[in-house]
């Protein structure tokens, strides 16, 4: 090839100072050096390892997933018990990171972007709290903010005792809900016989509110028609769902908790760790998304507005059907960066004792078993694939939304 | 003029005022907060928070005792009432600030040296203002700051300063006659010799300008924040640029190697990477090495906002338009030349932003590094502090003045950021 490409100056073909002067091969020389030194230094630094791991008389192996973890986990969404593997541990940490990461997720946007449009409001001493709630949330570590709402829950709400006799100082929300110092006990679902069938009709009206929505909206651009969706989308939401419930004879029955002894019993019982984690991160992740919210509305044009406004459209339909949409697409880049934060931030558990899978297989498991190298080895894995999942997922949803462009 | 007509007015009357309602407090009030009934409902909810939240803290903060010896003092002083217990800053704010294990006879040596800190960086943040000769304060400023902080003799960072000089006038010899690279060997070697040579004469004047030596495991308190945030960020910036042009490079082996470790890091926790710090490094490195731990965590943190700040540059890079790209290629400029003269420069600026963010969340986050059990300010708190017998459950008043210091720094650079970003704008809008 070198030899056909440039006659007039190359006359004689490949030598070997182009290696280094001529720009078309010059890139292999670079390439080609860079990996001989990253062999290099990986070679160097496993070189190392294996060296200092003979010293130690230790080795690579994976078999302590397998052997009985011995250890008690408070929060267990699946089976465990202490006689489980570490593997089964780490699974259920796997879990509660996930439960605690969800709830977050959900709840920061949800007030980020309450924050986020308050933030614009024209009220100036809301829009000035709002200022206040942001800056004093973004600028401060959120493990100092997971630590203060810990320790002041754990130091101020009632102890279970307190809910107790006739002289009770602490009572029950609708006597369903009691928030103790060991945390938030709330009712829990009991399903009786015919209650999967009772299941599959609440999950089928959710479908169908979504299959309606897309209907009237396939009418509206065919014909123009505008057909009414909330009321139509409520009554399929609770209808079948109602008329299940009785015919099939209460098949869900709620069970409330109850004091007994020195705690409660029943109901699920949200730990003070899960909530302080939940709440903290909820807010800080809110803070910042309130941020991005704000500049995604401000990205949109007023003449957007103007014009919406100008058609004839009330201020909700501007909103929903001009601002909104626009506004979207620059702020969802940002918010599943905020999502991998929280997951990331997530792991702060271990400072609150909440187990996760910091908790459990890179805390407990770690070291009781000393494998330190596979152990993290493995936890930096599960974060990885959670992260790339997470912004595959988004990405697919951005794609979407994304201007259609020809 | 006067009219023939008596019923024509002759005189002008004044402009009668504009309605009550339409003018000062009551209009700006009418408009702003109670514009509609939502309006309405929201400003008297804000007020009543506002009202609730002072009423609930002013008596706490204003019948804080300063001065007592434990808790049970506090208490006793108080005696019933509401109030805070400010004591406990009063009784251990040097250990907040300086660690447990700092020598009490040398808070001097890090205050100073955080004192300097202004006035050295001011000639980089301040570019326009300061004349940029001063920015040789900048660069003596670590060795400097070493030197009070860790101790020992000032000839360890004087000879380091040498061999950094030599390294950069070997680079500057050798790029003019043999480019780049031989520049960079050049320096390495030039770097290289002067420190072994360096290590007799150190030896021989250990006792030159000594101050007593402190180890690395007696840093503590916010002044370990302060390091391991100002330490980071400032080896992190030119990793950040070299992975970022890395991952834009056409060379697909070198792109490969920079996505792969940039997409890793940040896909992890930062908790991940101390916990490598803490158990995992120290096998990586030949048999023998006895890394602080300190150095360790700063390798590892130094990685982690790398990648970050590669991100940022990378939307930097991309951001200029192709026609510069171009325009340095038309010039003759070979890469490290267009780099320097004319992509990064205006790359970098539209940084800033996205920079000072990195910054801001690396200098929060190495409060993590008290779940690996350093003393940092968090690690203070939690450990010596609350677990004491003295002051256990004074967590407000710790983790509030915790929270402040991080505010003020946090805040004051963000606002920098923000005013560098309207000094740099160019363009007219």
């Known amino acids: 090839m070198s030899t056909t490409t440039d006659p007039d100056t190359r006359p004689d073909g490949f030598r070997l100072g182009?290696?280094?002067?001529?720009?078309?091969?010059?890139?292999?020389?670079?390439?080609?050096?860079?990996?001989?030194?990253?062999?290099?230094?990986?070679?160097?630094?496993?070189?190392?390892?294996?060296?200092?791991?003979?010293?130690?008389?230790?080795?690579?192996?994976?078999?302590?997933?397998?052997?009985?973890?011995?250890?008690?986990?408070?929060?267990?969404?699946?089976?465990?018990?202490?006689?489980?593997?570490?593997?089964?541990?780490?699974?259920?940490?796997?879990?509660?990171?996930?439960?605690?990461?969800?709830?977050?997720?959900?709840?920061?946007?949800?007030?980020?972007?309450?924050a986020g449009v308050l933030r614009l409001s024209n009220n100036w001493i809301v829009s000035k709290l709002m200022s206040v709630y942001v800056e004093a949330f973004r600028n401060v570590p959120v493990l100092i903010w997971i630590l203060i709402i810990f320790l002041a829950m754990s130091n101020a709400l009632p102890q279970p005792r307190t809910f107790r006799g006739d002289d009770a100082t602490s009572s029950m929300l609708f006597d369903a809900i009691a928030v103790t110092n060991r945390g938030v006990y709330i009712p829990s679902f009991v399903n009786g016989a015919g209650s999967l069938i009772f299941w599959i009709v609440v999950i089928a009206s959710i479908v169908g509110v979504f299959w309606y929505r897309k209907y009237a909206k396939k009418v509206l651009y065919a014909t123009g028609r505008m057909l009414p969706t909330f009321l139509p989308?409520?009554?399929?939401?609770?209808?079948?769902?109602?008329?299940?419930?009785?015919?099939?004879?209460?098949?869900?029955?709620?069970?409330?908790?109850?004091?007994?002894?020195?705690?409660?019993?029943?109901?699920?019982?949200?730990?003070?760790?899960?909530?302080?984690?939940?709440?903290?991160?909820?807010?800080?992740?809110?803070?910042?998304?309130a941020e991005n919210v704000r500049a995604g509305i401000q990205a949109v044009s007023k003449g957007q507005t103007e014009a919406a406004g100008a058609l004839g459209l009330r201020p909700g339909r501007i909103m929903n059907l001009v601002i909104l949409p626009q506004a979207l697409r620059v702020i969802i880049p940002p918010l599943i960066s905020q999502y991998l934060n929280i997951t990331k931030n997530s792991s702060l558990a271990i400072a609150v004792g909440y187990m996760d899978i910091t908790g459990t297989l890179g805390g407990i498991t770690l070291n009781q078993t000393g494998r330190a190298i596979e152990a993290i080895l493995l936890l930096m894995l599960f974060y990885l694939v959670v992260s790339l999942s997470i912004s595959a997922i988004m990405n697919v949803y951005n794609n979407r939304m994304k201007l259609q462009e020809r | 003029m006067a009219s023939e007509y008596s019923y024509v007015r002759t005189d002008f009357l004044g402009e009668s005022p504009p309605p009550a309602r339409e003018t000062g407090a009551i209009k700006w009030m009418r408009e702003n907060l109670f514009s509609g009934w939502l309006n309405t409902i929201l400003t008297v909810l804000a007020i009543y928070f506002v009202v609730w939240l002072v009423v609930g803290v002013w008596p706490w903060f204003a019948n804080g005792v300063w001065d007592a010896d434990n808790l049970a003092e506090c208490r006793a002083i108080l005696d019933g009432a509401t109030g805070a217990c400010f004591a406990v800053l009063s009784d251990r704010w040097t250990q907040m600030l300086f660690g447990i294990a700092y020598p009490a006879d040398g808070f001097w040596r890090p205050t100073l040296a955080f004192i300097l800190l202004f006035p050295s960086v001011a000639p980089a943040l301040f570019a326009q203002y300061v004349p940029r000769k001063f920015l040789i304060a900048t660069a003596l400023y670590p060795f400097l700051a070493y030197w009070l902080i860790w101790g020992g003799t000032i000839m360890i960072p004087i000879v380091t300063l040498i061999g950094l000089i030599a390294a950069y006038f070997a680079f500057i010899r050798l790029e003019r006659a043999s480019g780049f690279f031989m520049g960079l060997v050049g320096g390495v070697v030039a770097a290289a010799i002067i420190w072994y040579l360096g290590g007799f004469v150190t030896d021989a004047m250990s006792g030159f300008l000594a101050l007593p030596e402190v180890a690395s495991r007696d840093m503590g308190g916010f002044m370990l924040n302060m390091i391991l945030g100002v330490v980071c960020v400032s080896l992190s910036l030119p990793l950040g640029i070299v992975l970022a042009l890395g991952r834009q490079s056409s060379m697909p082996i070198i792109k490969g190697i920079c996505v792969i470790f940039i997409e890793f890091i940040r896909g992890v926790p930062l908790i991940t990477l101390l916990f490598v710090a803490n158990v995992v490094l120290a096998y990586f490195f030949p048999p023998g090495t006895n890394l602080d731990l300190i150095l360790r965590v700063i390798i590892m943190i130094t990685m982690f906002s790398a990648a970050y700040i590669a991100e940022v540059i990378r939307g930097g890079l991309a951001a200029l338009p192709k026609g510069q790209y171009e325009a340095g290629d038309s010039l003759g400029l070979n890469y490290s030349q267009a780099m320097r003269l004319i992509i990064l420069p205006q790359a970098l600026k539209i940084s800033i932003p996205g920079i000072v963010n990195v910054a801001v969340g690396l200098f929060k986050d190495t409060t993590l590094v008290s779940v690996i059990s350093m003393f940092d300010l968090v690690g203070v708190i939690r450990g010596p502090i609350l677990s004491s017998t003295d002051w256990t459950g004074v967590y407000w008043e710790a983790f509030g003045f915790a929270a402040l210091l991080f505010f003020v720094i946090c805040y004051g650079i963000s606002q920098y950021s923000q005013w560098l970003e309207r000094q740099l704008q160019t363009d007219h809008r």
């Not at chain 1, 010059?26 to 060296?51: E, H, M, W």
């Open chain 1, 18 to 114: 182009m290696l280094i002067n001529d720009t078309r091969y010059r890139s292999y020389t670079f390439q080609f050096i860079a990996l001989v030194l990253l062999i290099l230094g990986l070679g160097y630094l496993i070189s190392n390892l294996l060296d200092n791991l003979a010293r130690a008389g230790l080795n690579i192996s994976w078999a302590f997933l397998g052997e009985p973890a011995g250890y008690d986990i408070n929060q267990r969404p699946i089976e465990y018990t202490s006689q489980s593997t570490h593997a089964r541990a780490s699974m259920v940490g796997a879990i509660n990171t996930l439960i605690v990461a969800f709830l977050a997720c959900i709840s920061a946007t949800v007030i980020g972007v309450v």
């Open chain 1, 233 to 289: 989308s409520l009554g399929i939401l609770i209808v079948p769902g109602l008329l299940a419930y009785f015919i099939l004879g209460r098949p869900v029955t709620l069970e409330y908790p109850e004091l007994s002894g020195f705690n409660f019993k029943g109901g699920i019982h949200l730990r003070l760790s899960l909530i302080a984690l939940w709440f903290a991160l909820a807010i800080y992740t809110g803070a910042f998304i």
